[in-house]
């Protein structure tokens, strides 16, 4: 069942959690096995982390954190 979910979470056919609950596990044991078996759990493009870790930054410093 795990290959399965993964397969079809690759495709974008279900999401993590669903995912995870074909496969018979809770989402973050799915995440280490994801990340066991070599697969992207998020797959993000590179501009739009950096977007995300200046936005934080940006905000930390704002906030005095």
């Not at 795990?2 to 979470?9: D, M």
């Not at 070599?38 to 993000?44: A, L, N, S, T, Y």
């Not at 739009?48 to 934080?56: E, G, I, K, S």
């Amino acid at each position: 069942l795990f290959n399965n979910a993964v397969a079809l979470y690759r495709k974008n056919k279900l999401s993590l959690g669903k995912a995870a609950e074909l496969a018979g596990y809770s989402c973050t044991d799915f995440i280490w096995k994801l990340e066991d078996a070599g697969e992207p759990v998020f797959d993000c493009e590179d501009d739009f982390v950096a977007d995300m870790v200046y936005n934080a930054t940006k905000a930390s410093e704002i906030l005095n954190l």
